[in-house]
T-cell receptor, first 118, second 111 residues
Framework: GAVVSQHPSWVICKSGTSVKIECRSL??????MFWYRQFPKQSLMLMAT?????????EQGVEKDKFLINHASLTLSTLTVTSAHPEDSSFYIC??????????????FGPGTRLLVL | LAKTTQPISMDSYEGQEVNITCSHN???????ITWYQQFPSQGPRFIIQ???TKVTNEVASLFIPADRKSSTLSLPRVSLSDTAVYYC????????????FGPGTRLSVLP
């Protein structure tokens, strides 16, 4: 149980284009999903927290107009990197928490999406 | 905002027990302690979680002293496949406040 998937697993795009990454909780309903970015040999950096049906809360320094997050259902959240540039190249990871009693403290992570902007 | 401190790296040999300690001096009453394992180019994998005292599952044990200002992840008889980065995360049960992943501990298991 508690499986989170991401799609695509990797993507290469040209500078200036937009890229959408999907995060799905496969066997539970996720009240909250988180989006992280991770650069090589660094820790995870929280970008934003999204709750189903409401606007995402972005961390300081993260441009909400550049990283659009939509949490339209209890099993799907999307991150769209708009007008991507080479400096946006990174490993993007989502996580979800079920909100169920006894398990709501735990985040379950997706496998990550490698983005390379040329 | 609970900040964590861990050793940057550790080396061990196959078959040994490995203990990784995380310091979290300003842990709050409603914070839980969770440990994750991450392999290169993969998302973190949940290992174990606790609030106080000792927790054990099929892969690890977590020791938390009474003051909760630190925690120790214990991996029994490590193998080469346990080579990974281990993160200690301290966060409230509702994740309503800010939480930060520390730098993690890079464990290298040698033959």
């Amino acid at each position: 149980g508690a499986v989170v998937s991401q799609h695509p697993s990797w993507v290469i795009c040209k500078s200036g284009t937009s890229v959408k990454i999907e995060c799905r909780s496969l066997d539970f309903q996720a009240t909250t999903m988180f989006w992280y970015r991770q650069f090589p040999k660094q820790s995870l950096m929280l970008m934003a927290t999204s709750n189903e049906g409401s606007k995402a809360t972005y961390e300081q320094g993260v441009e909400k107009d550049k990283f659009l997050i939509n949490h339209a259902s209890l099993t799907l959240s999307t991150l769209t990197v708009t007008s991507a540039h080479p400096e946006d190249s990174s490993f993007y990871i989502c996580s979800a928490r079920s909100g169920l009693a006894g398990d709501k403290e735990t985040q379950y992570f997706g496998p990550g999406t490698r983005l390379l902007v040329l | 905002l609970a900040k964590t401190t861990q050793p940057i790296s550790m080396d061990s040999y196959e078959g040994q027990e490995v203990n990784i300690t995380c310091s979290h001096n300003n842990i709050a009453t409603n914070d839980y302690i969770t440990w994750y394992q991450q392999f290169p180019s993969q998302g973190p994998r949940f290992i174990i979680q606790g609030y106080k005292t000792k927790v054990t599952n099929e892969v690890a044990s977590l020791f938390i002293p009474a003051d909760r200002k630190s925690s120790t992840l214990s991996l029994p008889r490590v193998s080469l496949s346990d080579t990974a980065v281990y993160y200690c995360l301290v966060a409230p049960d509702n994740y309503g406040q800010n939480f930060v992943f520390g730098p993690g501990t890079r464990l290298s298991v040698l033959p």
